[in-house]
Nanobody, 124 residues
Framework: QVQLVESGGGLVQAGDSLRLSCAAS????????MAWFRQAPGKEREFAAA????????YYADSVKGRFTISRDNAKNTVYLQMNSLKPEDTAVYYC?????????????????WGQGTQVTVSS
């Protein structure tokens, strides 16, 4: 049973940074494609970033490219999302997602495993 536990969310001001973490258990971590999605109040869940199994290939939504960095530590079974230059529009619940199969990494419906989410609030 794959379990994903996010941490690191909080309340920050515009321009600040946060680092989210997602620890995985119950699975061979380096078999997983890992991603971060987010859902703002009243909006649909959207893709933020993804990283393939070795960590050499990453993908970003245009809205976060250049500000967010996804990375993984396969020895620690953990994926990270470093968020810099945060904006009020980054306010959302951020979810970690994982999938063993080859998928379109930007499509949330293709991930079978999800964390419970962590709230990020950016004040102006």
């Amino acid at each position: 049973q794959v379990q994903l536990v996010e941490s690191g969310g909080g309340l920050v001001q515009a321009g600040d940074s946060l680092r989210l973490s997602c620890a995985a258990s119950g699975v061979t971590f380096d078999h997983l494609v890992m991603a971060w999605f987010r859902q703002a109040p009243g909006k649909e869940r959207e893709f933020a970033a993804a990283i393939l199994r070795t960590g050499e290939t990453t993908y970003y939504a245009d809205s976060v490219k250049g500000r967010f960095t996804i990375s993984r530590d396969n020895a620690k079974n953990t994926v990270y999302l470093q968020m810099n230059s945060l904006k009020p529009e980054d306010t959302a619940v951020y979810y970690c997602a994982a999938e063993e199969k080859a998928i379109n990494v930007r499509l949330g419906r293709q991930y079978n495993h999800w964390g419970q989410g962590t709230q990020v609030t950016v004040s102006s």
